[in-house]
């Protein structure tokens, strides 16, 4: 099922590509991707979560069950921190780019494209939060129901 809901992204995001008459192409933008996760893997380690996060896939995409309520919860707050640092740099990136992008436009052609530009990293962060929030809701049922066995 979250690999359906990832399917469903992807399509809709396909249709509404062919829908405003661009080509797909124009949302591959690797330098914006590479400094997004150049950005959140650091800030992800320096919280001391990396392991917690990589834990969260396997609880939560994977059949694996949670040994413990703490490893599920420090696997959720990996995945909120993730949620989290992603927006910020997201805003933090795009403020960035933007600035630089008004100080040095020299007319309105070079304006656009380089708009274009700084709008395909908040598409990807965003991209990446709808990744991660099924996640957090699959590992938020599996707290739920390690607590309810244990009763």
Do not use: H
């Not at 950005?39 to 990396?50: Q, V």
């Not at 933090?92 to 436009?105: D, E, H, V």
């Amino acid at each position: 099922m979250y690999l359906l809901s990832i399917l469903c992204v992807i399509a809709i995001t396909m249709v509404n590509v062919w829908m405003v008459g661009g080509g797909i192409l124009q949302l591959f933008d690797v330098i914006s991707f590479l400094y997004l996760l150049l950005i959140f893997i650091p800030l992800l380690i320096a919280g001391g979560l990396f392991k917690d996060f990589n834990n969260a896939f396997r609880l939560g995409a994977g059949k694996r069950k949670a040994v413990s309520l703490m490893e599920l919860k420090r696997a959720k707050e990996a995945v909120s921190l993730a949620v989290k640092i992603i927006l910020a740099e997201a805003g933090f990136c795009g403020a960035l780019q933007g600035s630089i992008l008004f100080f040095n436009a020299e007319s309105f052609v070079t304006l656009r494209a380089s708009l274009g530009v700084t709008l395909i990293t908040f598409f990807y962060a965003l991209g990446m939060v709808l990744f991660l929030l099924p996640l957090q809701a699959r590992i938020n049922i599996k707290m739920q129901e390690f607590i309810s066995e244990r009763e």
